[in-house]
């Protein structure tokens, strides 16, 4: 209920007042400006409606000096005549209304409740005002990423919107300890104060924040630190997350204190630091955690790299002595000569795949432009194939239009691009199947499919099986030879030159269709 202080030294408009105004607010009435200014020394008002025209201090007087010690009172002046002069007077000394005796008690109460209004607005004025700077602070903490900087910027906006004239701000350990992370415009004097005892006013405000002055804090410890440190107020408040307190913000004022809206200022924009200091935080965590990715995952690049190199030259040897040996050798010897020949290529081709996966990975691999000639690229690559498929009777075919221009492409990519997909077709495809490739222009790329009669792929896979070591069949009961790094390393080249590759369509029990465009280059692109 707001407070109304009334002074008048006729009794009988006392008694109106307060039977007017006493339903609605607390009314406390005096018999002079004396007497209300020394009530206002020990109580805190709203209002005050005051008659002008008293003996001893008249009622502007006792306006100005009931200002002197509440400065956001109301002021309403009572009187029986008015003149201009007085009004203007009145005006200038920052009286908020009038009212003319006799008055009826609807005027007096629409008076009061002007006033009030009147108050509410400028208390709305200075929410609205004090949410500007706060705006302009919460972009900048959307958009600061480094917590060291973000807990220096809430110092300077505490100093420029709040008026401290001093702050020190306390970050909270994984241990629980307060350490002072800075302080901003300390003398080297309250610097040594607020280091040896500074953290108990921090700690105090863990919870909810704190707000002492010098002068009435009746906590002898905090008004003894406030006047050793030669300040007349100061305030903590935590800067506290959902459900971890991270720090914790001291300001001090050298004279004065804090009004209210500064302190919901303060409470507002510590609630606002918390949220972005724990995004900051999370932010260098997750670069952290993506730096040491990036260092391991260079690492693994590297290892492949050596390690597939290293293994390359024993393995060249192998083969070449196991298939002098295989020539030389009785037919029994020979039979495993032939394995050991076959099983050494496939380490080869594992070999293989893993240096192209590094090279993709790495965006070390270089194109190598040629102009070629799409038909017989193909071809070349069926012929490469044909003895693998014939093993399984599977029917080859090339069905591709004469009229495709020669175009600039890598051929060994390109090549290795319809390996790999022949090789799958032709592993996926049971005893006696068939294999069509085909292409097609349209516009400026050419698109090729390999379409074949196997196992089939379900729906459901058709992004996953371009991902690397992804197999549709779980490794516990593979019947194909592979690791799952062909098509991501197909899906690499392919758009690596600038095309794309999908799963054209598959049944599952019926067969598969790849298909992956190139475009149709006149010549090399820039590099
Ligand atoms: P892999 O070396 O295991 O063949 P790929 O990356 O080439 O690895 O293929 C991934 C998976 O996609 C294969 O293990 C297989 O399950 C599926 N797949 C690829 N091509 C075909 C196809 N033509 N028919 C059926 N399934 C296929």
Redesign the pocket.
Known sequence: MEKILVADDELYILDVCRRILGKKYDVTVVHSGLEAIQVAEEKHFDLLLTDIKMPGIDGLETAQEVKKIQPDIMCITMTGFSTMETAIKALRLGIDEFVIKPFAPEELTMAIDRAFEKERLRQENIRLKSLLPLFEFNKMLMTTTDTDTLLKKVSGLSISEVGADSVALYLVQPSGDFILHHHQFMTPNQLAIIEERGLEIAVRARDIPLYAEASTSDEPNVRRILHDLGVSSAMSAPIAGQSKLHGVLVLFKNNGGFSLSQQNFVGVMTGQVAAAYENARLFQDLQLAYDQLKSLDHLKSEFINVAAHELRTPLAILMGYASVASEEANPALREYMDAIVRNAGRLQRLID?LLNMRNIESGEIQLEYRPIKLGPLIQRTIDDMAMLARKKNIRLTLDIPADIPSFFADPQRLELVLT??L???I???PEAGDIRVSAGVNGQTVRIS?E?T????PQS?FSR??DRF????SSLNRH???????????KGIVERCGGKIWVER?DVGK??V?SFTMPLLSQPPEA
């Open positions: 795949d790999n997909l090789s799958n077709a592993k996926f495809t390999v074949d196997g196992i089939g792929i896979e099986i371009f992804y197999q549709v069949e194909h030879e592979g690791i799952g790094l062909g098509l991501s390393i197909v598959s067969g598969t790849f």
